[in-house]
């Protein structure tokens, strides 16, 4: 399973520390750079968490707001 975050603050921490502590962990976390501080830090606790480009598009268009989307979910995810 393949799980992206949009926001990177204490609840999606949490999610993360918590999914991280089962003992199968069959999940790979994709997070967004919104909190760098934060994202870095799971990132550096856990070998299956990354943090996404800012743009997370490899150059193609992206929406305003982000693209991390696209890299996370696949082709034709965001707004």
Request: glycine residues 12%; aromatic residues 6%.
């Amino acid at each position: 399973m393949k799980l992206g975050f949009a926001g990177t603050g204490a609840l999606t921490s949490a999610i993360v520390i918590g999914l991280k502590s089962l003992k199968c962990d069959p999940v790979s976390i994709v997070l967004s750079p919104r909190n760098e501080e934060i994202a870095a830090n799971l990132a550096s606790r856990y070998p299956n968490v990354r943090v996404a480009s800012a743009d997370g598009t490899a150059g193609a268009p992206v929406p305003a707001a982000s693209g991390w989307e696209e890299e996370a979910f696949g082709a034709g995810a965001g707004p």
